[in-house]
């Protein structure tokens, strides 16, 4: 028998490391499929709520923010495609990449965590942005993604259209932001109570779990 884990799963959809913490994480769990059975539900987290719907250049935006030279972010860029490659994930951006709000983009989340989908639908937010380069400020993008892990797509632009779940959204990323204390993502959340932050590599995820799981922390 399998023991149920509850795993909340804090991050935004243009966040690398939160793309290589989930893909790390899935490949932990494959791997304690017969230990574990993990319940996942996915919350928002916006690491640019301020950004404008037309985007920004990501390497501009990186380097007005955090003061980095481009060939740092070079650097960067490269590394976290290799650690990509190694968990099955294509990043594909480069200097010219843009950065989005990403509003929408929960509040739809929102919509799909309800119909059991939030999983799948984040794996193809991720994909559209990292991989394929699509516009993230563009409903049909969202739409097309919310499409192809088997949402409706009508009710998905209506989602979207209508502005429906933005307030808890809003809610919801303020009670882990005031009330959790999470100020970085991915953050991930263990049967609520144990944390760990950022992209950790998936035999680090099956020491921890394997530690809760026996009670041992």
Avoid at 77 to 106: A, V, Y
Wanted: glycine share 8%.
């Amino acid at each position: 028998m399998t023991t149920p884990l509850r795993i909340d799963f804090v991050s935004d959809v243009v966040c690398p490391w939160c793309v290589i913490g989930l893909k790390s994480l899935e490949q932990a769990l494959a791997e304690l499929a017969d230990e574990v059975t993990p319940d996942w539900h996915f919350h928002p987290f916006e690491l640019n709520p301020q950004m404008p719907p037309e985007g920004e250049n990501s390497a501009e935006h990186i380097q007005r923010k955090y003061g980095r030279p481009p060939e740092e972010g070079a650097a960067a860029r490269s590394h976290i495609k290799q650690m990509g490659e190694n968990l099955g994930f294509s990043f594909k951006g480069g200097p010219d990449s843009m950065i989005w709000n990403t509003f929408d983009c929960h509040r739809l989340l929102h919509w799909a965590e309800k119909a059991g989908r939030a999983h799948a639908l984040k794996m193809a937010l991720f994909t559209a942005h990292f991989s394929n380069a699509e516009p993230l400020n563009d409903a049909e993008t969202l739409v097309r993604a919310a499409a192809s892990v088997g949402l409706d797509a009508a009710a998905a632009r209506e989602v979207l259209e209508s502005g429906r779940y933005g307030d808890e959204v809003r809610a919801t990323e303020a009670w882990w932001r005031e009330e959790q204390d999470i100020h970085a993502v991915p953050a991930i959340i263990f049967n609520g109570k144990y944390a760990i932050m950022g992209g950790q590599p998936p035999a680090t995820f099956v020491k921890v779990i394997r530690r809760i799981v026996a009670g041992d922390v």
